[in-house]
């Protein structure tokens, strides 16, 4: 199996930036496909960003199209969410998720492992 555990998020202002980060431990972190979670308070669980296994594909939440990037670094086990253009809305914990399917879900219940999420606050 593998476990996750994120970084890198904390408060910005509006339009700022951040960069998260989810290391993976475990074997054959290759052979997992990645993705990102948001919550909100009193808001369900939504899908933010995918990527493959190999890394070519990559599936975005229409909310951060242009916006934010996810990117993976097989030989060190890590995946990656930049973030640009930061808007209040964007306030949440988020989430760091693994799934062994072929295929990148967007539905929470589909992913077999979880980080302990970080804290991402936009606010002037």
């Known amino acids: 199996q593998v476990q996750l555990a994120e970084s890198g998020g904390g408060l910005v202002q509006p339009g700022g930036s951040l960069r998260l980060s989810c290391a993976a431990s475990?074997?054959?972190?290759?052979?997992?496909?990645m993705a990102w979670f948001r919550q909100a308070p009193g808001k369900e669980r939504e899908f933010v960003a995918g990527?493959?296994?190999?890394?070519?594909?990559?599936y975005y939440a229409d909310s951060v199209k242009g916006r934010f990037t996810i990117s993976r670094d097989n030989a060190k086990t890590t995946v990656y969410l930049q973030m640009y253009s930061l808007k209040p809305e964007d306030t949440a914990v988020y989430y760091c998720?693994?799934?062994?399917?072929?295929?990148?879900?967007?539905?929470?219940?589909?992913?077999?492992?979880w980080g302990q999420g970080t804290q991402v606050t936009v606010s002037a």
């Open positions: 998720a693994a799934d062994q399917s072929l295929w990148v879900a967007q539905r929470p219940q589909e992913y077999d492992y």
């Open positions: 475990g074997r054959s972190f290759s052979n997992y496909a």
């Open positions: 990527i493959a296994r190999s890394g070519t594909r990559t």
